[in-house]
Structures are given as structure tokens and as C-alpha cells.
């Protein structure tokens, strides 16, 4: 019989993938240090990095997690009821900066760039697929290109987090995401 | 005669907040430490904090200024230009970067989120001024509360910043911000 079965290994991958989500939220991209991951998932480095290669692999696989989750609320009722969902959550929002901190090394750092975009796929294929079957069924304005409108959606998500981050009033961002919903609406 | 003018003055000044502007923008919030900010302005700490009391009195005079600007733009022709602005200059963006880094701060910072409101003011200020006089022109939509307007348009700005810190196409978002003034204006 095997020391370590499968339920054992999934459940070690889900305790490091938890805590380091905790240590992520907790303390932003750049400051969760290897040693404050240790902290917050309650294993050794080495323990850690057997299952996860580095800090940026356990980053992008948490990103990851995110993406699925969201795809699959995007692809069944849209981008905008992802950021529903986002206000409704507000004990996510330590870990949604996250985001935000690790837009210059998007600008910077191709590989890391690449490995996100690789990451978000499934998200960007979801609320493609979504836009288009809105356009088929008449709800989407018809005026603006659909690459547009999915950009738009896209950077209304992003500043979304921006302003859920900084603080703001999640109540005022809802009737601002009814205006975002009516403006690419078929009038 | 005092040995140092108010010529020279404004002249160290200025030598100090255009390094820091560059240091910021080359190293993001957090790693702008002070080793690098005297490296990048070329003066000692004493010399530097001599002007300015500490590394965020320095990132809030840099805010400041950008506030003003901003202001001065919005309030003639609207937060849209401020970002049509942004998009065309290209060398900023590393430093427009350094506003996501802070959104953490600002949540978690009760103090530094007051003075940074302090410093943003005169932008909204003017932001506010100007809706006010398009609404009264029947330029802006009327269905819509102004201060609803006015935190989508903020939104937006942030996640504009959002998306080209993190190297979207400058282009292809001059198109969504066509979107974004049209959902503004009176159909």
C-alpha cells in the first residue's frame, strides 16, 4: 500500500492552497514572503515546495481557481454578475488587491505575463461565448464591436477591484454597475 | 544676503520630486525605499527629508501635483479627456502604476487613506463642477443619479490605469473609452 494515498495528497494541496491564499490576502503579492507562507499554511518550505513549485506557481494556481470559478458564472449569466458576486464578498477583498499589485509585473515580466494569460483563458473564452449568444438573442447593442464591449467589461472588472480595495462603498458601486449593465444593453 | 534663495529652494524642490517620480515609477510603492530614492534624486536622506518629512509626504506631493493637473483637465473638458490623456503618454504608466499599489493602504491605513483623499480632492471637486454644468447643458444623462455618474467615471479611470499598467493595447482602449462617454451623454 502506498504511504501517501490520493485523498492524503489532495488534502495536503488544499491546506498549502488555502493558507497561502490567507498569506496572499494578508500581507498583498510582494510582501507574502516564503517564510510568512510557512507561517500562514503551517508547513515547512520544503513540504511546500514539493507540491508547488514556487511562490508564483502557488499565485497563478490560485488565480487559477479564481478564473474557473468565474468562468462559470460568466458563461451562465455574464461578466457583470461575476462583479455582483465580487460586492457581495467582502471578506475577498484583501485578496482581490492582489490583483492590482501585480499589474506592473505584467508590464514587465513577459513569462509572468504569459503564464497569467494562460491562466485567465478560460475566464476571457467564457465571457466571449456569453457576449455572443447575447448578440444573437438581441440584448447586446449592436454599435460597438464585441472585442470592444468584452474590454470594457474587462477594465470595469479591474477598476471594480481598484475601488473595492481602496475602500469604497460596495452599495454606490452597485447602481454603477446598473449603469454598466444598461450601457451594453440593445436599447 | 541668505545663502539660500527662494530661486534655490524651488530648484531643490523640484530636483527632489522628479527623482522620487522616478524612483516610484522604476521600483513601484513599496520598493521605493529610501537607498533608491537617494540614488535616484542624487542627494543624502538628510538632504531629502530636510524638504520633505518622510517617503509618503514626498508620494502625496507627487499625488498632489498630478491631482491638480488632472483637475485642471477635468474641469474644462471632463474626467474622459483626463484619460484620453493617459493614454497618450505612454511614459507614464509606470508611475500611474504606483495608484493600484496603494489601493491595500488605502483600505487598510486610516490615515494615510485621509491625506490621500485630501490630496484627490480638488480632482473630484472639479469632476463634480463639470457634470454639473453638462447636466445643466442637457449633455448628461438625466436617469441616473450625478453622483453615480461621477463614481463610474472614477471607476473607470481606475481601471483604465489598471489595464495599461498591465500592458493593455492603448488603442484598443481609446475605443472603450468612445463607449464610456456615450453612456454618459443624454441619448
Redesign the interface.
Known amino acids: 500500500m502506498p504511504r501517501v494515498t490520493d485523498d492524503h495528497l489532495a488534502a495536503r494541496r488544499r491546506q498549502i492552497l488555502d493558507g497561502a491564499r490567507r498569506c496572499f490576502a494578508q500581507y498583498?503579492y510582494?510582501?507574502a514572503t516564503v517564510r510568512r507562507l510557512e507561517e500562514t499554511i503551517g508547513l515547512s518550505r520544503g513540504a511546500i515546495f514539493h507540491h508547488f513549485r514556487d511562490k508564483d506557481t502557488l499565485f497563478f494556481e490560485l488565480a487559477h481557481e479564481d478564473a474557473e470559478r468565474m468562468a462559470d458564472v460568466a458563461g451562465r449569466e455574464g461578466l457583470i454578475q461575476v462583479m455582483r458576486d465580487m460586492l457581495a464578498a467582502p471578506e475577498q477583498?484583501?485578496w482581490l488587491?492582489t490583483r492590482?499589485?501585480i499589474?506592473?509585473k505584467?508590464?514587465n515580466d513577459p513569462a509572468f505575463?504569459r503564464e497569467w494569460a494562460a491562466r485567465s483563458a478560460e475566464l476571457s473564452a467564457a465571457t466571449t461565448e456569453r457576449l455572443r449568444r447575447q448578440e444573437q438573442a438581441g440584448r447586446l447593442r449592436d454599435d460597438?464591436?464585441r472585442?470592444?464591449?468584452r474590454?470594457?467589461l474587462?477594465?470595469?472588472?479591474?477598476?471594480?477591484?481598484?475601488?473595492l480595495?481602496?475602500?469604497?462603498d460596495p452599495e454606490?458601486?452597485g447602481?454603477?454597475l446598473d449603469?454598466?449593465e444598461?450601457?451594453v444593453r440593445q436599447?
Chains 1, 2 share one sequence.
Open positions: 498583498g510582494e510582501s477583498f484583501d488587491a492590482l499589485e499589474a506592473r505584467l508590464r505575463s460597438v464591436p472585442d470592444v464591449v474590454t470594457y474587462e477594465l470595469v472588472l479591474d477598476g471594480l477591484v481598484a475601488r480595495a481602496s475602500g469604497d454606490k458601486l447602481a454603477v449603469l454598466v444598461a450601457s436599447p
